[in-house]
């Protein structure tokens, strides 16, 4: 399977897969001339892109991907990034009917500013299939009576 991407802007790079058998593509950052109105980064002269320590930030990648539907692309962490840069990724899934371009919502979670220079990897994204459902909402707390493992919660089972 394929999907088709669209580059915004020439200096896009498209998604890359680094090996045929990772699960996820890729994402590089594309500068934009935006101006990120009340987000706390800063793009300098020569397209670098800063992060403040805290802050949060739309990088965006330049391009627009259409998802087969029955799919989303769910743009994740790359392990080498969060790890060395703690620069992490909030929620960013990209549906089957969003047709804007791609943005990755990254976190910098260190203590230090952080910088991203064009073209740098940023983020992965992986294309995963989706099953739909209703809600049905029911009277009364019937919800998995067969269970012996009740409410317990996080931790309830104790660390072994």
Do not use: W
């Not at 500068?31 to 987000?39: C, T």
């Not at 259409?66 to 990209?94: D, F, R, T």
Request: hydrophobic share 35%.
């Amino acid at each position: 399977m394929n999907i088709r991407v669209y580059k915004i802007r020439p200096s896009a790079k498209l998604p890359l897969r680094a090996h045929s058998t990772d699960a996820g593509m890729d994402l590089f950052y594309c500068p934009d001339d935006m101006k990120n109105q009340g987000i706390p980064c800063a793009v300098l002269q020569d397209g670098t892109y800063t992060l403040s320590p805290g802050g949060t930030c739309l990088v965006p990648t330049g391009i627009k991907v259409e998802i087969p539907a029955g799919h989303m692309l769910e743009i994740k962490n790359k392990s080498g990034i969060a790890l060395k840069q703690q620069l992490l990724v909030g929620a960013c899934v990209v549906d089957p009917g969003y047709d804007g371009e791609v943005y990755v919502n990254l976190h910098n979670t260190s203590a230090e500013t952080r910088s991203i220079a064009p073209g740098q990897k940023v983020a992965q994204a992986v294309l995963i299939p989706i099953v739909t459902c209703g809600v049905e909402e029911v009277e009364k707390d019937v919800l998995n009576q067969k269970s012996d493992r009740q409410s317990g919660g996080f931790g309830s089972t104790g660390l072994m």
